[in-house]
T-cell receptor, first 113, second 113 residues
Framework: GNSVTQMEGPVTLSEEAFLTINCTYT??????LFWYVQYPGEGLQLLLK?????DKGSNKGFEATYRKETTSFHLEKGSVQVSDSAVYFC????????????FGGGTRVLVKP | GAGVSQSPSNKVTEKGKDVELRCDPI?????LYWYRQSLGQGLEFLIY????????KSGLPSDRFSAERTGGSVSTLTIQRTQQEDSAVYLC???????????FGAGTRLSVL
């Protein structure tokens, strides 16, 4: 079956620090991969996506590259801001499974000024 | 509307009562998903509607849970005889195949006392 594993939080950083959140997956076939973000008190928002191997998704300074050889989709940002404090979810979508999303457990990130 | 709308935003109920949660998807989106976000289980898939096809109910945790989608648009998730373990945030998402993206509502926070 499909599964997503991401590093547990919380991750506490200072402003302008480098952020990495590890995400690995197990899936049959060729899933699409996503990072969703949930800001305090808000719903889930798509942050970025990649649909095939070696694709790089990017948005708001965040990047993640679809690595099929390591079944990974690690999220990175070079210089975080306080406003990046949120919970980040890695997810995969597999057509063979009806396009429903399978989520990792979420990683809470707290950026301090 | 511009986004996925869910109501109510908060619901407090007594154990044993029935509740109905509503989702109004983005106009024109053919697929609609329900997920549950709880402390112990993370984000988990509940049910999926695609056009006029039979729904995928594989994620419903018990027969107390049911959902319908009327006219291919609005969906209602019903929980009968609520239990304390049903307390969670219930998220609805709609999906339009061309973008490959699921758009989430803000959720309904259900508290069962």
């Amino acid at each position: 079956g499909n599964s997503v594993t991401q590093m547990e939080g919380p991750v506490t950083l200072s402003e302008e620090a480098f952020l990495t959140i590890n995400c690995t997956y197990t899936a049959t076939g060729y899933p699409s991969l996503f990072w969703y973000v949930q800001y305090p008190g808000e719903g889930l928002q798509l942050l970025l996506k990649a649909t095939k191997a070696d694709d790089k998704g990017s948005n708001k300074g965040f990047e993640a590259t679809y690595r099929k050889e390591t079944t990974s989709f690690h999220l990175e940002k070079g210089s975080v801001q306080v406003s990046d404090s949120a919970v980040y979810f890695c997810a995969l979508r597999n057509k063979a499974a009806g396009n429903k999303l399978t989520f990792g457990g979420g990683t809470r990130v707290l950026v301090k000024p | 509307g511009a986004g996925v709308s869910q109501s109510p935003s908060n619901k407090v109920t007594e154990k044993g009562k029935d509740v109905e949660l509503r989702c109004d998807p983005i106009s024109g989106h053919t697929a609609l998903y329900w997920y549950r976000q709880s402390l112990g289980q993370g984000l988990e898939f509940l049910i999926y509607f695609q056009g006029n096809s039979a729904p995928d109910k594989s994620g419903l945790p018990s027969d107390r849970f049911s959902a319908e989608r009327t006219g291919g648009s609005v969906s209602t998730l019903t929980i009968q005889r609520t239990q304390q373990e049903d307390s969670a945030v219930y998220l609805c998402a709609s999906y339009q195949g061309a973008s490959g993206i699921q758009y989430f509502g803000a959720g309904t926070r259900l508290s069962v006392l």
